[in-house]
């Protein structure tokens, strides 16, 4: 059967009657803000303007999350819907207007004295008391208006266009490449692709072409991340933090105590990862530690294959062995036409789920050709759904989760098929299936690891002034060293990873690597709980995804008895990957 999604619940078209008054509405509800934000010092009652001001924020984001949605899964579904791009920019360009109005609002929330009282003694108001108090802490760090103005301006000639820049050289970057007698150029996406390619040959000659073909590149990008880190280095120094990780673990509302506790876990843990990386060396024929090119090297291929008719069932069937609620999620999604799925000209590629909080539903994109990977994806795409399905009922504002939580229904539910296939499956298939797992966790473990140990040398040694190319080259292969160690071949790493990641080049997304760390072991974590517990963990933990978007990443884990600062839990969550 063919599987594609019906975007009628949210709007019939560009030209749809509820769209356009919908967007007549976002555009009077900016005006009216900016008049009242305007004479927000004249008002009386602060008690009364913050209850405004939350009573704004969530049906603000409610219409824009609509609106924008609707544009951005017509774009994911045709990237040449014309309609759909200029609609997007339109809804874009009218949100930037509320930056400023924004930013007064936060500095003036951060400015009373009296707000624990102010939420104590308005029941509507104490459901916001986190909410209200993070804004409060983040406008320690806020600048005055007209710095944070300026700063805003500048970025759009800073570091982004420095982005823009990164963005355009590598995007551009072609490659000879020769495959199967045939020479041709090849985008730098599809030259690392073949990284699993099932030929060993293709593997290493993909590998050496990539890194011979940054030297066209490395100095205008070497450049740009130096003028971005240089710019992050600064800005959080103007703010008061204590260093752009500092900002960082602000941002994503982490303790540092969470995350040394995590990290000593994985430093624990990095010996059963090298071991394993010896051990695929062997079987692929080397003699000594795994060159960087076989990482993702396959060691057999499964040969089932799934119709969406046998993934809809088996899915289905098995979320039921966790609970009916979430079996009923998944068949809903099938039925009324929640999922896009198979591959086709102009669809964006790889797999996404989109939350729809006005309508409690949600948009799952695959690219479904049958493999056993595209089984798994699905069940991670509907465990995202699920996350959203528990906080249907929650405001809008309830709804914005820390980002390390991000992955942990999607990752839990991922669990949930792996085992379930695991079941059944012949040896050669568990292989496939146990080696995708630990491949995808050494990535988000022990590489992560390495990208973190590299930013953070990155910015100590940034702040003495600019890197060459060659130094970037050196603090990453240290940092290859010091994660993967006599796990991989230190003859035959990769120089260039600062060359190939897009998150080193924005300013906004910093330390951009161990919320996948933290995303993976906390779901993985949670399931040993569920395995422990059995049916009695299921009411912990819907609640505890309803729970994601009222606290921070140690309340919100408490609440379900976990402490995330505590080394035993991130332990435990290890344990289930050395058993695989």
Not at 305 to 322: E, G, P, R
Request: hydrophobic letters at 40%; glycine letters at 6%.
């Amino acid at each position: 059967m063919k599987m594609q999604w019906n975007l009628d619940t949210i709007y019939k078209g560009f030209d749809d009657n509820r769209y356009k008054n919908d967007v007549n509405e976002l555009k009077k509800m900016i005006e009216d803000y900016q008049v009242w934000v305007d004479g927000l010092d004249a008002n009386s009652s602060a008690r009364e303007q913050v209850v405004h001001y939350v009573n704004f924020t969530n049906k603000l984001h409610s219409l824009a999350e609509k609106l924008a949605v609707y544009a951005e899964l017509r774009l994911a579904a045709n990237s040449s819907d014309e309609e759909a791009l200029k609609n997007y920019e339109l809804i874009q360009n009218e949100l930037i207007n509320l930056a400023s109005p924004e930013s007064i609002v936060r500095k003036w929330i951060g400015a009373l004295n009296n707000l624990d009282e102010i939420t104590e003694n308005e029941p509507l108001l104490l459901a916001y008391k986190d909410f209200l108090q993070k804004i409060k802490g983040q406008t320690a760090y806020l600048l005055s208006e007209a710095e944070e103005s300026l700063l805003s301006l500048m970025k759009t000639t800073g570091s982004s266009a420095w982005g823009k820049l990164f963005e355009l050289l590598s995007s551009k970057l072609l490659i000879a490449f020769e495959k199967n007698g045939k020479k041709e150029n090849q985008p730098l996406s599809v030259i690392r692709g073949m990284a699993q390619d099932a030929d060993p040959k293709i593997r290493k000659d993909a590998y050496e072409a990539e890194l011979a073909a940054y030297s066209q590149i490395e100095d205008s990008i070497a450049a740009a991340l130096n003028a971005i880190k240089g710019e992050v280095i600064q800005t959080a120094k103007r703010r008061g933090y204590q260093s752009p990780l500092d900002m960082t673990l602000h941002q994503t509302r982490m303790k540092a105590q969470t995350l040394d506790a995590m990290w000593q876990a994985i430093n624990e843990s990095l010996p059963d990862f090298r071991r394993y990386l010896k051990h695929k060396s062997a079987l692929l024929g080397h003699d000594g530690p795994l060159p960087f090119y076989d990482l993702f090297a396959p060691i057999s291929a499964s040969k089932t294959s799934y119709t969406l008719d046998d993934a809809q069932h088996f899915i289905v069937t098995n979320f039921k062995q966790f609970s009916q609620e979430l079996a009923d999620l998944a068949q809903m999604a099938f039925e009324k036409g929640w999922i896009d799925a198979e591959p086709r000209q102009g669809k964006v590629g790889g797999a996404f789920c989109a939350g729809i909080h006005s309508i409690g539903e949600s948009r799952i994109l695959t690219n479904f050709t049958g493999k056993l990977g595209d089984l798994i994806t699905l069940g991670h795409e509907l465990g995202h759904a699920f996350h959203g399905w528990c906080l249907r009922e929650e405001s809008p504002i309830h709804t914005e989760y820390p980002m390390p939580l991000a992955e942990t229904a999607s990752i839990f539910c991922e669990t949930i098929i792996a085992k379930a296939v695991m079941k059944n499956a012949d040896k050669e298939e568990q292989v496939t299936i146990l080696e995708n797992s630990i491949t995808d966790a050494t990535q988000s473990i022990v590489d992560i690891y390495s990208r973190f140990l590299f930013e953070t040398t990155l910015f100590e040694k940034r702040k003495e002034g600019s890197l060459s190319s060659k130094r970037l080259q050196e603090l990453m292969l240290d940092a290859q060293i010091k994660a993967y160690g006599d796990g991989l071949d230190s003859k035959s790493l990769h120089p260039y990873m600062w060359a190939c990641k897009p998150h080193y080049y924005s300013a906004d997304l910093n330390f951009y690597n161990f919320p996948y760390a933290f995303g993976l072991l906390f779901a993985l974590g949670l399931y040993a709980i569920y395995q422990k517990k059995g049916t009695d963990f299921v009411e912990d933990y819907t609640k505890l995804l309803r729970f994601t978007g009222k606290g921070d990443i140690e309340t919100v884990a408490l609440s379900a008895g976990i402490d995330v600062t505590k080394i035993d839990f991130w332990r435990n969550s290890l344990k289930t990957v050395k058993e695989n």
